[in-house]
């Protein structure tokens, strides 16, 4: 589903132990135009034709700005209302009360940070450890059928992930899991009656399914990019396989893997259909993770269409524009972190 | 390295087991990573399998209450909003991405349009929703299959853009300066010549960005809004196979819920065809582009 996640398997050769370097300090992107090149170039009869082309080309690349530009506005403009009544209060009420029109974000705020943090806890050890199987240990035949196996997790559309999630893990987590949880975890009240199914943490081990191969498949693709020569080194040293993964992999590729973690929390956060069929949608802040809640982009998706008055969809435009800057703020920091280990720079800030 | 490196025996005893425990829990978490696909797949076609007929496929939903019926509507539903949003998403990504390749390749310009493509692609599909309602549907009125499709057109760009460009940059120089040495103008060149040699990749792509839109179903909450009855109109709700597995899902009849596996099965089946098609044709095209 997202393009980053399929990309490995776009160019075709992500099987070859190491397409990173390859695509991006192998020959290809070096390879200036020649001087013929551009001797050609200059001698064409169809100036005209051509420059008609050119424009027309960077026209559509600039049309990328202005459709980021048109949701921004967009976004800002409608939710004047509330941003202009609230202001920065919105995002610190905890009132959501459309009839007597008193708005304030924090519920929503709270369910969205909380359930991305679980999904993050459970879902970050389970793919750097699939991310070092797939690169370091596994036989090179399940290297292929693995890498296809989790990119597809990827590709799977989140109704689909709900659905799941709302006939099987929720009746699955009520029955088995959660009455664990409760028995073993109950002293910290993190995991206290009553036992939905549904609720907070339904909504986190879900959301760990779904960022699961995000961060796997970019984690694979930053390992990959640590050069063999690292590898051999610290096995020249005496060290044991994972001291080698740990000493000359991991610890090179680290920013690249914090990257790619950021990653999935931006998807995470803005993550709608599935969050919304499990969450709950109470808009309240509780202790207790088996509580049903809300976040941020299932309030927009349960209420939108109902929104009566003008201050109600401000105050849901709202919440929208606030997730976008985030998604932007956490997307821009990820993508610059993995382009920083990708690219050649030192991994070794 | 410290003390850890001492070869005593005690330490090599250590190294050995946690050599062994590290191995163990990357393959532990690799089994738990693919047991939840397997599961959702073996669901899947427990589920809707049995569901599926040939009503499913030819027959619009049934009133509450009543059985049988279909989702063909929905399925030729998502085929139009697919239609129209290729016909936004694929021309100017296509653009986009020669743009990147062909003409600004190390221009500032091209980073900042590279770097706001993984932005607009990391946009969350509800945002986008409710930009594309606020753009298009508020000014117009109504609901409509046109502002669904601006809106998957919209999330299809940065996915095509960025394919695009790695394809036309895997295009040997030599092609192009062969092109241009017999007195092809450039544009020519550019789309006859270049994009024809990498089209296998640049269609990866735009499989790629439609088994991405295909199975969205936030962006079209508010826009394409879903219809229980037949409608071809651009002008007027439409109904589309992810809107209507996320109704009947949420729904409290043993019935739909039926239909929506079965929903769900047919989506997951045209996407495993588009994603293996695409495994298919890149493997193809790599090999063309070796020889």
């Given at each position: 589903m997202d393009y980053k996640i399929q990309d490995p398997s776009v160019?075709?050769?992500?099987?070859?132990?190491?397409p990173v370097t390859d695509r991006n300090s192998g020959p290809r992107s070096g390879e200036q135009p020649s001087t013929i090149r551009k001797f050609l170039l200059s001698r064409g009869s169809s100036a005209f034709a051509d420059k008609g082309f050119r424009w027309l080309m960077v026209l559509c690349a600039v049309s990328i700005f202005g459709i980021v530009a048109l949701i921004a506005t967009e976004l800002t403009l409608r939710s004047q209302l509330t941003i202009s009544k609230f202001g920065i209060w919105f995002f610190f009420g905890s009132a959501w009360d459309p009839v007597n029109g008193n708005f304030g974000a924090l519920p929503f705020i709270f369910g969205t940070l909380v359930s991305s943090l679980i999904a993050l806890i459970i879902a970050v050890p389970l793919a750097v450890g699939v991310a070092v199987f797939i690169t370091e240990m596994c036989p090179l035949m399940l290297r292929g059928p693995l890498s296809f196996f989790t990119e597809f997790l990827a590709a799977i559309p989140s109704v689909v992930y709900g659905l799941w999630a709302v006939f099987v893990l929720v009746p699955l987590l009520r029955e088995h899991v959660n009455p664990v949880l409760i028995k073993l975890l109950g002293w910290t009240g993190l995991f206290s009656e009553p036992n939905f199914g549904i609720g907070m943490f339904a909504a986190g081990v879900i959301l760990s399914i779904m960022i699961l191969p995000i961060i796997s498949s970019l984690t694979r693709e930053v390992m990959t990019a640590v050069p063999q020569s690292q590898r051999e080194a610290v096995l020249a040293l005496g060290a044991t396989r994972w001291e080698m993964i740990r000493v000359g992999v991991l610890r090179n590729a680290r920013i690249g893997i914090v990257g790619s973690i950021i990653l999935g929390l931006g998807r995470a956060l803005g993550e709608t259909i599935a969050v919304t069929m499990v969450i709950g949608n109470r808009p309240q802040i509780v202790k207790s993770l088996l509580a049903p809640a809300y976040s941020m982009a299932s309030v927009i998706a349960n209420e939108f269409s109902e929104a009566s008055d003008d201050m109600y969809l401000s105050a849901l435009i709202e919440i929208g524009l606030a997730l976008f800057i985030v998604t932007i703020i956490v997307n821009g920091l990820a993508r610059l972190l993995v382009w920083a280990v990708t690219r050649g720079a030192p991994a070794r800030a | 390295m410290t003390n850890h490196y001492k070869s005593s025996a005690a330490n090599r005893i250590w190294r050995t087991v946690a050599n062994h425990a590290a191995t163990g829990l990357a393959v532990l978490s690799t089994i738990l990573v693919v047991a939840p696909l397997i599961a959702i797949f073996i669901y899947l076609l427990y589920k809707g399998a049995s569901s599926l007929n040939l009503a499913f496929f030819t027959q619009i939903p049934k009133p509450v209450g009543e059985s049988g019926g279909g989702m063909a509507n929905a399925m030729v539903g998502s085929g139009i909003l697919l239609a129209v949003a290729s016909s936004l998403g694929i021309p100017i990504g296509i653009a986009a991405g020669i743009f990147l390749a062909e003409f600004g390749r190390f221009s500032r310009l091209a980073n900042a349009v590279r770097f706001t493509a993984d932005v607009l692609n990391g946009v969350p599909s509800i945002v986008m929703g409710i930009s594309v309602y606020s753009l298009i549907v508020l000014p117009l009125k109504h609901f409509s299959a046109l502002s669904g499709g601006v809106a998957l057109g919209i999330m299809m760009i940065p996915t095509i853009t960025r394919t695009t460009e790695e394809m036309l940059l895997m295009v040997p120089h030599a092609v192009r300066e062969a092109a241009l040495a017999l007195g092809v103008p450039n544009w020519r060149s550019v789309l006859s010549i270049t994009l024809r040699t990498a089209s296998p990749g640049v269609i990866t792509g735009c499989m790629l960005a439609y088994a991405r839109v295909a199975g969205e179903t936030a962006p079209l909450l508010f826009t394409a809004f879903g219809n229980q009855f037949w409608s071809l109109n651009l002008n007027q709700p439409i109904a589309a196979l992810p809107l209507q597995i996320y109704v009947y899902a949420l729904s409290p009849y043993d019935e739909w819920h039926r239909l929506a596996w079965a929903g769900a099965l047919v989506l997951i089946f045209l996407i495993v065809v588009s994603v293996s098609l695409v495994r298919y044709v890149t493997t193809r095209g790599v090999l063309k582009g070796a020889s």
């Open positions: 160019p075709g050769p992500s099987e070859t132990p190491s | -």
